[in-house]
């Protein structure tokens, strides 16, 4: 199967993906990666924490229907993978308080200025984290570029007012991961021996 390396989010037909309601079992944590891909990640948590529900929120449906797949083929019932639009869908996916923790790993970076707006790092991310996290929720960022380990910090540590907190002391960054599960492109970078810049945030 051929999967696309890159779409273009802003484009129309990504701002109207029918979306089915997801159900989660009652009293199941539910853990979120935006920007999923293989949803490797998610498969792992799974393993070392069945009891919680998890969800891959991915834009390329080739590679969604892949994850799924293979969540089947392996058992993983508590894992799902949607296709659906970071920038635009999260308030139809979730609830409010209803996410225990939010992973952004390694997001596209879409070097050129002009191509900025295409980050998922976006003004307003923020707020709908915060809408969507319990209280004392989680999220977490990680990326092997500087850059873009900057802006999200920037818009944790600023956005809002008081929405959340740096889990170890504001403007600073983790140093490891404190999860043993790793994400395809985690993988990559430890493996090329790359630097991963990595930041934790609990809802205020
Ligand atoms: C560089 S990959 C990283 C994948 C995975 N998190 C990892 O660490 O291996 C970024 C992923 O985010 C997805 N993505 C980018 N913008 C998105 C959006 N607006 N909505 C949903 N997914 C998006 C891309 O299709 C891609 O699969």
């Not at 999967?3 to 159900?23: D, G, T, Y």
């Not at 209280?135 to 500087?146: C, K, L, Q, S």
Request: aromatic share 10%; with cysteine; charged share 25%.
């Amino acid at each position: 199967m051929r999967i696309r390396q890159h779409v273009n989010p802003l484009k129309s037909n990504f701002f109207e993906i029918p979306i089915e309601p997801l159900a989660f079992p009652v009293g199941s944590p539910v853990e979120v990666e935006l920007g999923s891909a293989e949803a490797y990640f998610l498969m792992d948590r799974a393993r070392e924490d069945p009891g919680t529900s998890y969800v891959g929120v991915e834009i390329r449906r080739d590679l969604v229907a892949k994850a799924n797949e293979e969540c089947q083929r392996e058992g993983l019932a508590n894992v799902r993978s949607v296709f659906a639009n970071i920038s635009v869908d999260l308030p139809r996916l979730f609830g409010p308080g209803q996410v225990r923790r939010f992973y952004l790993y390694f997001p596209d970076p879409w070097w050129k200025s002009k191509q900025h707006k295409r980050r998922v790092m976006a003004p307003g991310l923020t707020l709908e984290l915060h809408r969507a996290l319990a209280t004392d929720g989680e999220v977490h960022v990680a990326t092997d570029i500087f850059d873009l380990a900057l802006d999200a910090m920037a818009a944790l540590e600023t956005e809002g007012d008081g929405f959340f907190a740096n889990v170890i002391a504001p403007w600073t960054f983790l140093r490891q991961s404190p999860f043993s599960a790793r994400s395809r492109r985690e993988r990559q970078c430890e493996s090329d021996g790359s630097r991963i810049w990595r930041l934790a945030y609990r809802r205020l």
